[in-house]
Structure formats: C-alpha cells, structure tokens
C-alpha cells in the first residue's frame, strides 16, 4: 500500500509503498476512501519540517535544555547523533480519515461498515475501536472527513458551556475556527468570528455570524464590546495559531466578569495577571478530540469509559458530529477548496504551504484493494542475495533498532535481509536507508525463510519470549534486546526451546563488551578477594502510563532497564549470584506506585556483594551511570561509559574515551562472529537464564512488598 509521509529535517513531503499495518485485537483495518488534509495542524508540521535547525530549536525552547543537558551527561557526539536521529525519522501525516472496513477484530465494526477514524493519508489503516465511528447512511464521504477536525472544535464548546442566548467570540476563521462558527450557532449563540483573512470571515458571515478583519483596522476588543451590547461577551474560543501573545490579551478584555476562554488553537500564553483577576476568568485548554485523548487504556487497549460519568468522549464526539452532518447542521461545502487524487499527495502540500487560503484539501482514493493489501515490499532492485553465513533479519524497527542495533549488524558485516514492523512505515523508511532487501509487517516471513540465518528482536517487551521462542524452533540464531522474558513462565518456554535447538542465543546485555568495562574486568582478575560493588543508574523520571511501566507490556523499570546491571555485576564477578534483597520507595498505598525508584542487592558465591540503585529520582545533570568498585584496597570509579578512573590502583590512574561507548558494536560483532565460526557462546546459557530469572525474581519482590 501507499502513505504519505513527512521527513521532519527537510519537511519534505513523499508516499511511499509500505507493507499493510498489522490487524490487532481491538483495532479495525480499513480500506481509505477520502482523507482530509488539515489546514492548520499539517501546515504547522510542514513548515516546522522545513525551517532550518535554528528556527527547530526556537520553536521548541524545551528540547534545546534537554539537548544541553544530555551533552553534559553523554557527551557532545551521542547528543548530536541522537538529534540526527530524531530528525531523520519521517512521520505519517493526516488524521482525518473515511473509509470502509476490510477486516475487523472488535464486536462494534463489520466488514464492509463505512467509518471515519483518526487514521493517516494511507490507502490502509489500522486503527482501534475507540478512535473509529460508523457514518450514517446519509453522510457522504466527503463530509464524514471533516468529522476529526469538528470534533476538536466541539470540544472547546464543550468546555466553555455555552448556553442559548449567549454570545461568543472565534479568534482565528481557519478549518477548525469555521466549524466552531456553525457548531456555536447551532447551540443557539450569537458569533462574532476574528481573523485576518478577508474570504475566511466571508465564509463565516454566510453561515451567520458577524466578522471582524484586525487586518482592515478594525478594532477587535471594541468589535466584541459592541457585538455583545457593551456587555462583554460570554466567552472566548481561540483556534488561531501564531506565536502571538494578542489573541489571550484581546480575548480577557473582550470578555464580561466571569467570562470563559477556551485554547483550541496554538498561541503565546504570558498572560496578564490584572486582566484576568479582576474579572475573575476562568481560562483552560482544550486537550483535541475530548476526554480519552493520550489515554493508552481509552484509545489502544479500548477500555471505555461509563457513559454516566464521562458523558462525552473522543468517540461519542464523533458519533455528535455525525449525527449533526445528519441533520444538515453542518455545511462543509465552502470548506472544501481543493480536491486532489491521493498519488499527488505532495502536490497537496504545496498547496497547503504556499496558498494561505486554502482551507479544506481532499485527498481521494482508487477503490482498488487487490495491490494495496501486500505485507511484503521490496526494498532493493537486486535480488542476489550474497551467501553468507550471518543473514540476519529484525523484528522491530524502533528508534534503539534504528540508531544502534542496525548499525551495529551492518558494520560487522551481517547482509541485512528482512525488516519487520507491525505498522509496515518504519520498516521501509530504516529498511531502506540501511540497505534491507526486504520489509513486512508478518514475522512468518521470515521464520519460514531458508535464507535467514539470524534473528534480531527489538520489539516492546512483552513479545521477546514468544518470538525468541518461535525463532528457536524455527532453527534460528537469535539476539534478542533485553530483556529475554518477564514472567518466570516465559523464561521457562524459552530454556525449553533454546535446549531444543543448536541455535546461539544471545541477550542485548552490550554494558559487558564496552571498552571501560573490559578494563575493568582486566583489573579486578588480578585481585584474589572479593569486591564490592555500588552501581547507580540515575535512570530519570518517564510517566505512570508509559508503557515501559506497564508489567503487562513493559514490565517495568527493573526488568526493563535494571537487568543492565543485574547481569554487569554477575559478569565483573565470575561467580553465581547466591542471594537477592530488593527494596522499593514509596508508600505501599499509592496509586500510581512505581518500581522506578528501588535498591538491589546481590550476594555471590565467592564472597562480592553489590548494591544496583536504580532511581528516577534524580537530577538530570548527574551522571546517567556511575559504577564504583572496591576491592583489595582499591577502588575503580566509572562515569557514563566514559571516564574511569582508579584510585591507589598500582599502574593505572585512568582512562578516557572521546565520546559515550555502551558496547552496542563490539556486543553485536562478538555474537555474528561466534556463529561464523561455531565458537563458544558469548554468555554461558546457564547465565543468560540466572540473570534473567534473579531479575524477574526482584521485579516481583519489589511489587509485593508492602
């Protein structure tokens, strides 16, 4: 299939054929119809995408702190590489979607159902439950497209409870402020609509609402005095978008005592205290479609919420707009400025960038399903495939895939043959830059290959078992990012296929071959006594509803990330792990209780001991990862994998690397290279598993404790 998409460092906008996304339960694949080019949101993106790094960082004051202070943890060239990254991964682009449903997983929608969905400019999405509404019978496709983006402007109104009589003021006429017009006018209110653009609030006035032009000298605040009867107005909705600090300023002034302002759009927001304390005004942001937005329950595990608490969801929004369509509430014709078929998708944009008065684009589609509905692409016009021993294919096509992992392979001198992603777009956008023959969306295409040798698993975290598991009995060599299982059940299934098959099997654990590391292993052989160990990783604060945090999906921060340093300690050691005490923070009554802010300790066969903090509570200027070691009366001090340093260590005081190095080349080289010529594993089996299994062990005492 075809989609559109946006590289974000140039803001250069292309389609590009990708693998149909994956059908999950829950969701609904669709075949698209019509899709609608937002003239706000999508013009934001594009032209962010095609301002220069500069005018980037302005734009976003945020993530230029975040990059400072990732320079001071990381160093200068991770934090540009990680910039590049981000930068370098193109985006889907739309969200106004029509279209029939092709295949479904939910009870709700059927084959054949009409929908509209937040999905993208694709000939095919993938899209859940929640975020889907049938369109009725007498609702075209071309006016069901709007539905989204009307749906953002009823929830503003919905916030600023407007009742009949009142009247209201729309600061900036564009897609979303002329539907907010009539979804006013419809609840009974008097509109005054405010922008500078002369057609626009022609546009307004034909659905009945009186207009103001700050660009012609008309005063907006004595307009809206006036329009209200020197009353002031009941309140203000703002879907204007400008860096502008006026259209607040203006909206408290228009406003009588206790009037609402409600932020759709995108505007400065240094308010002034006195405009807003005097008339005692009330001032919130609408957060797009309503409640259930960014909720991962609401919108992709399809949890519903009960209609006699949360009246009006993102969903029943939907359902609203439509039934207003129905009725003939709605008038989307003067809306519609442009109509384009989706293969000049990039012609569209254009006229989204370079026609400000463009309002409502429509993209339309052919109703051709049979090429559309492919999971296989081919990146590469050669098929010869070289023969090789290391073909290896990656199940995942992730930002740590793209920026590490792949590299890694390639540079060792794997031949990169599959990439697989359950949406298709990621595989072929890293699939292609990295020199992939092919990308899918059906991991069976590669378990059924004879020509792939290996596989790489870099997928979210409750998957790692079961594919490791599936690629074992497939014959295949596996490296799989950690962590390798989170339940004591998954790690069971897969020792049994490992012990089934005469494949390698490898666990993401890269902290062992970095250079500092071996150094450091190098020191502690020529100590007879045991050591002890501190190892802190000040791993930063990430949400509750991440879904790293999640023990279903993630399964949490220790078994996560904290496995790094239950296996580091384990390798430094030499020696079985004898013992295990864990420890949260936090009360046990809490509701949102994280295992993100924890200590570990570990005893060993040959005496060591050590202690893993692992804390989400610490300043962000401190180093990510500090390990200290003392043993023998001598003390070892690693900051961020990048500078050790030794004390009273006879003939080594330290050792400096120009930039961060976590061992992600040499771990991967190691691995391709014990399977080229049959060498030993790299980590003993036996210790994959006791690391595996003390890790799950502590993520469970650390939840149960009270």
């Not at 929004?317 to 439509?322: D, R």
């Not at 279903?552 to 239950?566: D, F, K, P, S, T």
Request: one cysteine or more; charged letters at 20%.
């Amino acid at each position: 299939m075809k989609q559109v998409i946006q590289d974000l460092g140039d803001g250069q906008t292309s389609i590009v054929n990708v693998p149909i996304p994956n059908l999950k339960p829950g969701y609904v694949l669709i075949n698209t119809e019509v899709s609608l080019i937002s003239s706000g949101t999508e013009r934001m993106l594009v032209d962010f995408g095609k301002s220069n790094l500069i005018k980037k960082a302005r734009a976003q004051p945020e993530k230029v702190s975040q990059a400072f202070e990732k320079i001071k943890t990381d160093g200068v060239f991770a934090t540009i590489a990680a910039i590049r990254s981000k930068l370098g991964q193109p985006i889907p682009l739309g969200y106004c979607n029509v279209g029939t449903v092709y295949e479904s997983c939910t009870e709700e929608f059927k084959i054949g159902d009409r929908v509209v969905s937040n999905g993208p400019h694709a000939e095919v999405v993938s899209v859940p439950r929640n975020l889907c509404a049938k369109i009725p019978d007498d609702v075209s496709n071309e006016m069901a497209s709007f539905t989204i983006v009307a749906s953002i402007g009823l929830q503003g109104i919905r916030l600023a409870q407007p009742t009949i009589g009142e009247c209201f003021v729309v600061i900036g006429v564009g897609l979303i402020g002329l539907l907010t017009v009539q979804l006013l006018l419809a609840q009974g209110c008097r509109v005054l609509a405010i922008d500078l653009d002369p057609s626009k609030l022609e546009i307004a006035k034909s659905f009945g609402a009186k207009i103001c032009n700050p660009g012609a000298s008309d005063d907006p605040v004595a307009a809206s005095i006036a329009f209200s009867r020197s009353e002031g107005v009941d309140g203000v909705i703002i879907t204007a978008s400008t860096k502008s600090n006026d259209p607040i300023t203006q909206a408290a002034r228009m406003c009588r005592k206790r009037g609402r302002i409600i932020l759709v759009g995108v505007t400065g927001l240094k308010l002034n205290r006195s405009d807003f304390y005097e008339k005692e005004l009330t001032f919130q942001v609408s957060c797009s479609y309503g409640p259930g937005r960014y909720d991962n329950l609401y919108e992709n595990r399809g949890n519903d919420y009960p209609l006699g608490f949360v009246r009006w969801t993102e969903q029943r929004n939907f359902v609203a707009i439509l039934d207003l369509m129905s009725s003939g509430f709605l008038d989307i014709k003067p809306l519609i400025t442009h109509r384009k078929p989706f293969e000049q998708a990039p012609k569209a944009y254009e006229i989204l960038t370079s026609d400000k008065s463009a309002i409502g684009i429509m993209l339309s589609y052919s109703h051709s399903t049979q090429k559309k509905h492919i999971r296989s692409v081919a990146l590469s016009t050669n098929n010869i495939i070289p023969k090789k021993k290391n073909i290896v294919a990656f199940i995942g096509a992730g930002n740590y895939a793209s920026r590490f992992l792949i590299p890694a392979f390639k540079s060792a001198g794997a031949i990169l043959h599959t990439i697989v992603s359950s949406g298709g777009t990621s595989s072929v956008i890293n699939g292609r830059s990295a020199g992939f023959f092919y990308a899918t969306s059906d991991t069976n295409d590669i378990f059924s290959s004879d020509k792939i040798n290996t596989v790489a698993i870099v997928t979210r975290h409750d998957s790692h078992a079961n594919l490791t598991v599936k690629a074992l009995n497939a014959g295949k060599h596996v490296f799989v990012e950690k962590p390798l299982a989170l339940t004591l059940q998954e790690l069971k299934e897969v020792e049994v296929a490992y012990s089934q098959s005469n494949c390698h099997l490898m666990v993401g654990f890269n902290r062992r071959f970095s250079p500092l590391i071996k150094t450091m292993k190098e020191l502690l052989a020529s100590v007879s006594e045991p050591s002890s160990f501190v190892m802190v990783m000040n791993a930063g604060a990430i949400p509750f509803e991440h879904w790293t945090q999640d023990s279903l999906i993630g399964g949490g921060r220790i078994i996560g990330e904290a496995c790094h340093y239950i296996d580091l300690m384990r390798y430094l050691v030499g020696a079985p792990i004898v013992s295990m005490q864990a420890r949260r923070m936090g009360r046990s009554d809490s509701l949102k209780i994280t295992d993100d802010k924890a200590v570990i300790v570990l005893g060993f066969a040959d005496g060591s001991f050590g202690t893993i903090h692992y804390l989400a509570n610490g300043g962000s200027s401190f180093p990510k990862e500090r390990i200290e070691v003392f043993s023998g009366g001598r003390t070892l001090q690693l900051d961020n994998f990048i500078k050790l340093k030794g004390y009273n260590w006879p003939g080594f005081k330290k050792q400096n690397l120009w930039r961060q190095d976590k061992g992600q080349y040499a771990c991967v080289d190691a691995f391709l290279k014990s399977i080229k010529t049959g060498s030993p594993f790299l980590i003993p089996p036996d210790e994959l598993f006791e690391v595996a299994r003390i890790t799950i062990e502590a993520a469970d005492l650390i939840r149960a404790q009270k």
